[in-house]
T-cell receptor, first 116, second 108 residues
């Protein structure tokens, strides 16, 4: 299947700093990417939909000024957690639709963020 | 909220078939049934999807009832590496809504 990568896989930062997470589709183009987060022992929760060349669409309760999303190309979307706090510590996962089929989403391996 | 219901957990003996059920009674005519699994601390892995016909690939088989209100994912010969949380979702071309899934434990 199609491959989606994320970088970094793990990050530890101090409270108040910003962290950027990259999501790349390696062997396909993705007009739409999604960002999820997962807290311990919980299921994945959709944060936002990232559309290439336009503004992201955020789910209710997700602050767009705190979680900045940029989808500058058909293979790259970035999520920046601004002024991170300990409650932002979570497992962040992106997914991408294969533009060719637009039937199946492929997920990245996830980024574990720990804010001290 | 997720539109599908799955049993919270199941056990299966290694080498035996694992049959994971899913109810999706409110599925629309143009919505597919998707199955993913998540092994601990990893991103979800796509398994299979279908619309109304049964499907088979190298990982699993998907059996969809004629009324499309339920389906069963079949892992024909479960291995210890198949231990994971399995998610069934019905969706069109939009983001996936994850429920609680079924935690499958493959026993040696």
């Amino acid at each position: 299947g199609a491959v989606v990568s994320q970088h970094p896989s793990r990050v530890i930062c101090k409270s108040g700093t910003s962290v950027k997470i990259e999501c790349r589709s390696l062997d396909f183009q993705a007009t739409t990417m999604f960002w999820y987060r997962q807290f311990p022992k919980q299921s994945l929760m959709l944060m936002a939909t990232s559309n290439e060349g336009s503004k992201a669409t955020y789910e209710q309760g997700v602050e767009k000024d705190k979680f900045l999303i940029n989808h500058a190309s058909l293979t790259l979307s970035t999520l920046t957690v601004t002024s991170a706090h300990p409650e932002d510590s979570s497992f962040y996962i992106c997914s991408a639709f294969d533009r060719g089929t637009e039937e199946t989403q492929y997920f990245g391996p996830g980024t574990r963020l720990l804010v001290l | 909220d997720a539109k599908t219901t799955q049993p919270p957990s199941m056990d299966c003996a290694e080498g035996r078939a694992a049959n994971l059920p899913c109810n999706h009674s409110t599925i629309s005519g143009n919505e597919y049934v998707y199955w993913y699994r998540q092994i601990h601390s990893q991103g979800p892995q796509y398994i299979i999807h279908g619309l109304k016909n049964n499907e088979t690939n190298e990982m699993a088989s998907l059996i969809i009832t004629e009324d499309r209100k339920s389906s069963t994912l079949i892992l024909p010969h479960a291995t210890l590496r198949d231990t994971a949380v399995y998610y069934c979702m019905d969706t069109g071309r939009r983001a996936l809504t994850f429920g609680s899934g079924t935690r499958l434990q493959v026993q040696p």
